[in-house]
C-alpha cells in the first residue's frame, strides 16, 4: 500500500461516525489534519467539489505524486488507517 504524503479528514463535532474515526486516528496515534465543515463553510464546498458529496466523515488522501484519492464511509475509513499503521 503506497504511503500517502498528506491526510486530511473532513468532519464535524456533531457527528458520531466523525467521532469514530477520529477516536481511531488518536488510538493508533496518527496524524490526521482536521478540515471542520461546520465551523468552516468552505471546507464543505472543497468536500463536493473534490469528492463529489458533501457527506462526512471523508478522508482526503494526497500522494506524493499530487494525485487525491476521497474516502468515505466511517469502517473504510477506519480500515485504510489501521492498515496504513500495520505497515509501520
Not at 469514530?20 to 465551523?39: C, F, H, K, P, Q
Not at 464511509?73 to 488507517?81: G, K, R, T
Amino acid at each position: 500500500m503506497e504511503q500517502p504524503a498528506h491526510l486530511a479528514l473532513y468532519e464535524h463535532e456533531l457527528c458520531g461516525f466523525c467521532q469514530m474515526v477520529r477516536r481511531s486516528t488518536r488510538d493508533i496515534g496518527l496524524t490526521v489534519e482536521s478540515r471542520n465543515i461546520l465551523r468552516e463553510p468552505g471546507r464543505r464546498e472543497e468536500l463536493i467539489e473534490g469528492g463529489g458529496k458533501g457527506m462526512v466523515p471523508c478522508l482526503r488522501i494526497e500522494y506524493p505524486d499530487g494525485r487525491v484519492e476521497w474516502l468515505y464511509e466511517s469502517a473504510d475509513i477506519i480500515d485504510y488507517l489501521k492498515r496504513l499503521d500495520a505497515q509501520d
